[in-house]
């Protein structure tokens, strides 16, 4: 089955990124919020079965991580295809994006098996009931890692043909599922903390079985193609060195604030938080650019991706600048739905004014990060990040520590990263070098 798309990027109206955008936003939410349940749940469990659910989920979280990588990746590459009018090429790079996250997701499944133990004595700091809780809940859970990351490989493909009802349906029922059954396999059940793990592999292996069924629908050859998988490897891995820089900057950020004091790192806590938050929701619309600028660009219409590029950035910046006037709005309040400490909401106030002086430059550089990957421009991502990162952010937030800034020294170092990136990725549209034509790049 074949689609031309040839004329539909001029078309392209905000309703149109909106209905793009909405359903991924709802997709990216959906675990965050099951995260929530999961933990309400288990909380009532006692202490150590909570704080093992902590050590076990941010392991979890990581996987998850890896699974967006691929979807990232597979989207742009997909909607090349699609926008070339090839659907059945850009379903096959959802096969092959499949294949990889299938191999992952098993040597995960077993690595856990055989090594969860040991990372859960590491993170938990030493053996103790901690460890031996986070250890049994991984190596249940870790058996849903191969649904997840079909999951994550099915978005991907999904997205790049532009169908966002079928996501929707794939990934809020098996969670709404998973929320129903963790309660009852926990208690009534008698399974306990390994309940939530059992809830977990449930959905998530029905969720990978839901995409993988998309795919055979789609009538084309399942065939593994080791040439595809490597070019969809080296995606990859730029993605997940761009989002390793990430990562160093915030956990630095956080060790930073951590030697300002106990308020202070409270503080940040709630920020970063709130940050995070915001991220998720311009990260909906960073995947709507991704869809549509992939398309444009697998038509052979440069001219239609800049058009696109220049209108996602203006949408970003508007969607950053309502964000800053509620975190403005809130400054007063927000701060004490988290804490009650009067230490911790005066820090708080430290890191205020930047967080809502960078949220309208973050709106864009989300954005313009949808357009570059979707353009497959993706090294140019991971050069800039790992440089804003390393010759930017980490140095603004330990200078913050050797000047004794406080918390406002951090946050402005992380104003730096935005702005560093957001310069960057400007003269790199400006430049036009990353509007390559043609199915793919």
């Known amino acids: 089955m074949s689609q031309s798309v040839h004329t539909e990027p001029r078309s392209v109206t905000p309703r149109r990124i909106a209905a793009l955008a909405l359903p991924a936003l709802v997709v990216l939410a959906a675990e965050p919020i099951y995260v929530l349940v999961d933990t309400a749940v288990v909380g009532h469990l006692g202490r150590v079965p909570l704080a093992a659910l902590a050590i076990g989920g941010t392991v979890l979280t990581l996987i998850a991580w890896l699974g967006t990588v691929v979807a990232y990746g597979t989207t742009g590459r997909s909607a090349r295809r699609f926008g070339a009018g090839d659907r059945a090429s850009a379903v096959a790079e959802g096969v092959q994006a499949s294949w990889l996250a299938l191999g992952v997701g098993v040597l995960v499944a077993l690595g856990m098996q055989f090594g969860g133990g040991a990372l859960a004595r590491t993170l938990a700091g030493g053996p103790g009931e901690v460890a031996d809780a986070a250890a049994q809940w991984l190596r249940v859970a870790a058996l849903g890692a191969p649904g ?261 020294g951090i946050w402005a170092g992380l104003t730096l990263f935005v702005v560093l990136r957001l310069v960057a990725l400007l003269l790199r549209l400006r430049s036009g070098a990353w509007a390559v034509v043609g199915a793919v790049r």
Do not use: K
């Open 148 to 408: 997840l990351l079909l999951a994550a490989a099915g978005n991907g493909w999904l997205r790049g043909v532009q169908d966002t009802r079928r996501p929707l349906l794939f990934v809020l029922g098996p969670n709404l599922l998973s929320a129903v059954l963790c309660p009852l396999l926990v208690y009534p059940a008698g399974l306990g903390l390994v309940g939530s793990a059992v809830a977990n592999v449930i959905a998530q292996t029905i969720g990978g079985v839901l995409f993988a069924g998309a795919l055979v629908a789609e009538r084309i050859s399942l065939r593994p193609r080791p040439r595809l998988i490597g070019q969809q490897l080296a995606l990859s891995r730029d993605l997940l060195i761009r989002g390793v820089a990430f990562q160093a900057s915030f956990l630095s950020a956080t060790a930073v604030a951590a030697r300002f004091g106990v308020a202070a790192v409270g503080a940040h806590q709630i920020a970063l938080q709130l940050w995070f938050f915001t991220a998720l929701v311009l990260d909906a619309l960073a995947i709507a650019a991704q869809s549509l600028v992939g398309a444009a660009l697998g038509a052979g219409d440069a001219a239609a991706a800049r058009e696109l590029a220049r209108r996602i950035g203006l949408l970003g910046g508007a969607c950053g600048v309502a964000f800053a006037v509620l975190i403005a709005a809130g400054a007063g309040v927000v701060p004490g739905w988290f804490s009650s400490d009067p230490q911790v909401r005066d820090q708080a106030m430290l890191a205020w004014p930047w967080f809502v002086a960078m949220l309208p430059l973050a709106g864009v550089v989300f954005a313009l990060d949808g357009v570059l990957i979707g353009a497959g421009d993706v090294r140019y991502l991971r050069n800039l990040t790992v440089v804003a990162a390393l010759a930017g952010f980490l140095p603004a937030i330990w200078l913050a520590y050797g000047l004794d800034l406080g918390l406002g």
